[in-house]
C-alpha cells in the first residue's frame, strides 16, 4: 500500500500549493471589490462597495478616486461644466482626456434636484471600441421633452481616473459589461516549459515502464495467468515514473520565490504565482509597455531653437531677459500706458538692434507656446458636485497652488517652461486665457477656434484675440512631419529636428499666422457651414482648416524629455546582450514611442529604423512590406492600425519579417491588440515570451504571456496584481532574469533529472534481481524501505540541489551572454535524460549484480548489502551533481546519512543486526558503491578538463 499512499501524498501537496495561490488571487480580487464609493440616494448619500453597485445608481467619484464602473458624466464641482479623467488604464495614454457634463444636468441649482427631475439614459448596446459611444439624455418633465445627445466627452469609463474636481455620473455598465474588462482577456492557467518537457519525459518514461513489464512477460513464456504478472510487474518497475517529481519540483519552486522575495537587490519584488519562476530563465522575447514602465512619465523641457540660436536648459535666465526687454518695448510703443513700468525712451533708443530683433523673436516664440495647447490651471477649490458656485475668495490663487491639467503631459510641461521663463498661464477656460507677464502685466486673449491633436493631422492649432490690440493670430504646433510643408521654406528645421530626436527629445513646430477681421470672419462662416454636413463632414472640416495652413511663420522648435526610469539603458543593453529581443507597446503616438525607443537605446545610435508607411488595403500592405523586407539589421515602428492590416492579410510574412529585427515598436496598440501580438508570438515562433506593464491596459499582454511582469507604480496596482511577478523598478527585472531566473531553471533541472534517476536506478535492480531469478514477480525491497528511500534517506540531500548554483549572481549579471545558453534548453533534454538513463542502467547493475554474484548467496544480506550501497551511492550522486556548496547541502547529506545508519538498529525485519556490524559488510558495501560512482566522477573530470562548459571558463 505504500505506493498509493504515497500518490496521496504528493497529490495532497500539489492540491495545497494551488489552494495557496487560489487563496492569494482571492484576497486581491477582495482587496478591489471592497472600495467605497459614496452613492447618491433621495435620503442622501450612503457607502457602498463597488462590488455592490447596479446600472442606474448615482455615484459620486471624489478627485484622484478611481471610477468603479462605465457611466454617463451628469455633474461636476467645476464652473466650466467638465473635468479632466487620466485614461492611462484604459488605454495606456498619461494624456489626461477632457469630459463635460450633461448640460441638462449640470444647470441644476442644487445636487439634491436630480431626484427632482423625470429623465432617463439610453446606452448602446456594450461594445469594445474605448474610443466612441452613442446614447440620448432625454428629460421628459419638461415641454416640450428635452433631448439632448450624448457621445464619448459624456462618458466615464471604469479604471480611469478623475484628474480635477468631484464628478457624479449615473452607471450603464457594470462588471463584465465595462469597456476596461471587455478589453482584458481572461487569464490562462500557465504552465512553465519545464514541465512540459518533464511530462514529455514521463511519457517516455511510462512507455519504458509498460514495454519492460511485456518483456519480463514475454520471458516468462506467458506462463500460467500472465496478466496477473503482468500487472505485477507494472507495479514493482512503478518506480520509473517519478511519483515524487512534481512534489520536489512544487517545494522547489516555492523556495526560489521565496529566494526572489528576499533579495536585498530587487526590494519589493512579489511572487504571486509559484509554479511558473523557471520561466524566467527561458526567455526569448520581451514585451514592454512604454509610458510608466522605461519612462517616468514625467515630461521636462530641454530645448528652445530658433532657427540661428539655440537655448537649453542653462539659458534660462537670458529668455527671461528677453522676455523682460519685449514687454517693456511694447508697453513703450503702446504710448506709455503703464508708466510705472515703462523705461525712459533714451534707454530704449541706445538698446542695440539686434537685440530687440532677438528679445522680439524670443518674445513671439514664448508666447505661442504660452497661448497653444489646452491646459488649464487649476487651483484647491472647496465645495462637492453640488455646490458649483465656490466664490473666488474661497480659492487660493498663488502660484504654489496652481496645478496645471491638460489632454498631453508634454503640452503641461511646456507652461510649466513659460511660467518659469516669466511668461504664466494664470486662468483659462471654454472662450478665453489669461497670461502675467514679467512685469505683472496680466494679458487676456480670447478664445475663437481650438483645433485639437488628432493622429492622423499630428498638429493642434488653436485662433486668438488679444483684448487689448484686438489683433487676431493663429498659433499651431504639431510634429516636423506634418509641419514642415506648411511653414515658411526655411534651411534648419530638418537638421535641428534630426539633432534633437537623436537626444532622444519629443520636438514640436510652432507656427503662427496673423489674420485680419474679414479672413478670420470668412473662415468662421465656412467652418461652421463645414460642421453642420451630414456627409463627409469630417474630410470638409479638414479642408477649411487647412485653408488656413499656408505660409505660416515658423517661430520655433522646442524639445521636450520624457525621464527615462533609473537604468533603464544599462538594463535593455544587458537583456540584448542575452539574446532577449525587446518589443515596446504603446497606446501612445509613433512620434512619442520612436523618441524613447532611441533614447532609452532599445534602438541603438548604429541602427535605422524603419518606420512602417500607414497602410489600409492589401496592396498597401504588400508593397511596404516589401521595402520593409530590403531592410536589414533595422529595427520597426508601426502603428495598430497599420499592423492590423499586415495581420490580416500577411500575418506568418509580417511576423517573421518582425522576428529577425532587433528591435520593434508598436504605436497605438489597444489592450487587445497588445495580448494579440504575444500569441502571435507564441504561436509562429514556439518560444517563450514576457510581457512587463504598470497599467490596467497591460493586463491582457500580462496574462496572455508565458511570464508575466507587472510594476506597481503611478497607474495603479492593476498590473501588478494580475502579473506572476511584480516588481518596483524596470531595472529589477535584470537581476530577476539574469539571477533568478537562471538559478530557477538549472535547479529545477537538476531536481527533475535527479529525481528520475533515483526512480530509474531502483526499477534497474529490480529489473535485474527479477531476471536472475528466473523472471518472477517478487519485490526486491518491500515496506518501509521503500518509502524511507524517496523520503528519509534520499529526500534532503535531492531537495538541497536547490540551493546549488554555477556560477555567482555578480558574474551572471556581469555576462548576460551565458543566459543565451539557457534558451537553447540543453539542461534539461532527451540527450541529457539518456545520459541519465545509461548511468542508472549501469549504477543499477553494479549495485544488484555486485550483491548477488560477487559476495552473497543469503538474501537477506542481498538486501542490506545493495539497498546500503544504494542510499550512500545516491548521497554520492547529489555530491557529484553540486556546483557550489552551500552549508545547507552539507548538513542534509550529514543528516540522510545519520538517519539511516540509525533506523538500521530499528529495521530487523529486513537487516541481519549481526552481519551488518561486521567489516565484511563494510568493505563489501564501500567497494560496490567504489565502482559504481567512482568511473563517473572520472568522466566528469575529464569532461571539465577537455570540453568545460562557459559558466566554468569565466568563474576560472
Not at 399 to 422: C, F, H, I, K
Not at 843 to 859: K, T
Amino acid at each position: 500500500m505504500e505506493v498509493p499512499l504515497y500518490q496521496g501524498f504528493v497529490l495532497a501537496v500539489t492540491i495545497m500549493r494551488e489552494a495557496v495561490d487560489e487563496f492569494r488571487r482571492f484576497q486581491r480580487d477582495k482587496e478591489v471589490n471592497s472600495q467605497l464609493y459614496s452613492k447618491l440616494t433621495v435620503r442622501g448619500k450612503v457607502q457602498v462597495k463597488s462590488s455592490d453597485i447596479q446600472v442606474g445608481d448615482l455615484i459620486i467619484v471624489e478627485k484622484n478616486q478611481r471610477i468603479p464602473s462605465d457611466m454617463v458624466f451628469l455633474r461636476t464641482s467645476e464652473k466650466a461644466g467638465s473635468c479632466f479623467i487620466r485614461t492611462d488604464q484604459l488605454d495606456g495614454e498619461t494624456d489626461w482626456k477632457l469630459k463635460v457634463a450633461v448640460s441638462c444636468t449640470q444647470r441644476l441649482p442644487a445636487l439634491g434636484d436630480l431626484f427632482s427631475i423625470n429623465a432617463y439614459v439610453y446606452a448602446q448596446k456594450p461594445q469594445l471600441d474605448i474610443h466612441s459611444f452613442e446614447g440620448t439624455f432625454t428629460r421628459e418633465d419638461s415641454d416640450p421633452p428635452v433631448h439632448e445627445s450624448l457621445s464619448i466627452e459624456n462618458t466615464l469609463w471604469a479604471s480611469t481616473v478623475v484628474a480635477s474636481g468631484t464628478v457624479i455620473g449615473v452607471v450603464i455598465y457594470t462588471g463584465k459589461e465595462t469597456r476596461s474588462v471587455m478589453n482584458t482577456s481572461n487569464p490562462k492557467n500557465k504552465v512553465g516549459l519545464l514541465d512540459l518537457e518533464l511530462n514529455q519525459l514521463t511519457k517516455a518514461l511510462f512507455l519504458a515502464l509498460v514495454a519492460l513489464s511485456v518483456v519480463m512477460v514475454t520471458l516468462q513464456g506467458f506462463a500460467g495467468p500472465w496478466y496477473r504478472s503482468l500487472f505485477r510487474f507494472l507495479l514493482l518497475f512503478s518506480y520509473i515514473i517519478p511519483i515524487s517529481l512534481r512534489v520536489n519540483l512544487d517545494m522547489g519552486k516555492a523556495a526560489y520565490g521565496w529566494m526572489i522575495m528576499k533579495d536585498e537587490n530587487i526590494p519589493g519584488t512579489v511572487v504571486r504565482t509559484s509554479t511558473i519562476p523557471e520561466e524566467l530563465g527561458r526567455l526569448v522575447y520581451l514585451l514592454t509597455d512604454k509610458t510608466g514602465t522605461l519612462t517616468q512619465n514625467e515630461m521636462v523641457f530641454k530645448r528652445l531653437h530658433l532657427g540661428t540660436v539655440s537655448y537649453g536648459m542653462d539659458t534660462m535666465d537670458e529668455i527671461q531677459n528677453h522676455l523682460v526687454n519685449a514687454y517693456a518695448q511694447t508697453q513703450c510703443q503702446a504710448g506709455g500706458s503703464s508708466t510705472a513700468s515703462t523705461p525712459p525712451r533714451k534707454a530704449q533708443s541706445s538698446a542695440p538692434k539686434v537685440r530687440r530683433s532677438v528679445s522680439s523673436r524670443v518674445h513671439e516664440a514664448v508666447k505661442a507656446v504660452a497661448l497653444c495647447h489646452n491646459v488649464t490651471p487649476v487651483y484647491e477649490a472647496r465645495g462637492t458636485a453640488g455646490e458649483t458656485e465656490v466664490a473666488e475668495a474661497d480659492q487660493d490663487f498663488s502660484d504654489d497652488n496652481r496645478t496645471y491639467q491638460a489632454s498631453s503631459p508634454d503640452e503641461v510641461a511646456l507652461v510649466r517652461w513659460t511660467e518659469s521663463v516669466g511668461l504664466t498661464l494664470v486662468s483659462r477656460d471654454l472662450t478665453s486665457m489669461q497670461l502675467r507677464t514679467p512685469g505683472g502685466q496680466i494679458l487676456t486673449y480670447c478664445i475663437l477656434q481650438t483645433f485639437p491633436f488628432t493622429s492622423e493631422s499630428k498638429r493642434m492649432g488653436v485662433i486668438v484675440r488679444d483684448e487689448s490690440t484686438a489683433e487676431i493670430t493663429f498659433y499651431m504646433k504639431g510634429a516636423d512631419v506634418a509641419m514642415a510643408s506648411i511653414v515658411q521654406y526655411n534651411d534648419w528645421l530638418e537638421e535641428e529636428c534630426g539633432n534633437m530626436a537623436r537626444e532622444g527629445l519629443r520636438t514640436l513646430v510652432v507656427a503662427k499666422r496673423a489674420l485680419t477681421e474679414e479672413q478670420y470672419q470668412d473662415f468662421e462662416s465656412r467652418y461652421n457651414q463645414a460642421k453642420l454636413s451630414l456627409h463627409d463632414r469630417t474630410l470638409k472640416v479638414a479642408a477649411v482648416v487647412e485653408s488656413l495652413e499656408r505660409e505660416m511663420e515658423l517661430l520655433c522648435l522646442t524639445g521636450v524629455e520624457d525621464q527615462l526610469q533609473a537604468d533603464v539603458r544599462p538594463t535593455l543593453e544587458m537583456l540584448r546582450n542575452a539574446g532577449i529581443k525587446i518589443w515596446m507597446l504603446t497606446g501612445d503616438k509613433l512620434e512619442t514611442a520612436t523618441c524613447i525607443a532611441k533614447s532609452s537605446h532599445l534602438v541603438s545610435r548604429t541602427q535605422d529604423t524603419h518606420v512602417f508607411r500607414p497602410v489600409t488595403s492589401r496592396g498597401e500592405a504588400h508593397l511596404e512590406l516589401n521595402a520593409f523586407r530590403r531592410k536589414h539589421d533595422c529595427a520597426l515602428v508601426i502603428s495598430g492600425d497599420s499592423l492590423e492590416v499586415c495581420l490580416k492579410y500577411y500575418e506568418h510574412e509580417f511576423v517573421e519579417l518582425a522576428c529577425q529585427c532587433p528591435a520593434v515598436v508598436c504605436c497605438r496598440c489597444s489592450p487587445t491588440q497588445k495580448a494579440h501580438i504575444v500569441k502571435l508570438l507564441q504561436q509562429h515562433t514556439g518560444r517563450r515570451t514576457c510581457a512587463i506593464g504598470d497599467g490596467g491596459n497591460d493586463v491582457s499582454m500580462i496574462q496572455a504571456a508565458d511570464c508575466g511582469i507587472g510594476i506597481e507604480g503611478k497607474e495603479g496596482r492593476q498590473a501588478s496584481l494580475a502579473a506572476d511577478f511584480s516588481i518596483t523598478r524596470f531595472k529589477h527585472v535584470g537581476r530577476l532574469l539574469m539571477v533568478h531566473g537562471r538559478s530557477s531553471y538549472k535547479r529545477s533541472a537538476a531536481l527533475g533529472q535527479f529525481v528520475m534517476h533515483r526512480g530509474l536506478i531502483i526499477s534497474t535492480m529490480q529489473a535485474v534481481f527479477s531476471s536472475v531469478f528466473y523472471f518472477a514477480s517478487v519485490p526486491l525491497y518491500q515496506g518501509f524501505l521503500m518509502v524511507g528511500y524517496a523520503t528519509v534517506y534520499t529526500m534532503f540531500p535531492v531537495f538541497s540541489l536547490v540551493l546549488d548554483q554555477d556560477v555567482k549572481p555578480e558574474m551572471a549579471m556581469l555576462y548576460p551572454e551565458l543566459y543565451k545558453d539557457l534558451t537553447k534548453g540543453r539542461s534539461l533534454s532527451f540527450k541529457t535524460f539518456l545520459v541519465w538513463v545509461l548511468v542508472s542502467i549501469y549504477q543499477g547493475g553494479i549495485l544488484m549484480f555486485g550483491a548477488l554474484v560477487l559476495f552473497e548467496s543469503e538474501f537477506v544480506h542481498v538486501v542490506a548489502i545493495s539497498f546500503t550501497a544504494l542510499v550512500l551511492t545516491e548521497l554520492l550522486m547529489v555530491a557529484l551533481t553540486v556546483r557550489t556548496w552551500h552549508w545547507l547541502m552539507v548538513v542534509a547529506e550529514l543528516l540522510s546519512l545519520g538517519c539511516y545508519m540509525a533506523s538500521l538498529a530499528f529495521l530487523n525485519e529486513y537487516f541481519d543486526v549481526a552481519f551488518i556490524t561486521t567489516v565484511t559488510f563494510v568493505w563489501k558495501v564501500s567497494v560496490i558503491t567504489v565502482v559504481s560512482c567512482l568511473p563517473l566522477y572520472v568522466l566528469k573530470y575529464l569532461k571539465r578538463k577537455l570540453s568545460p562548459p562557459s559558466y566554468s571558463k569565466l568563474s576560472s
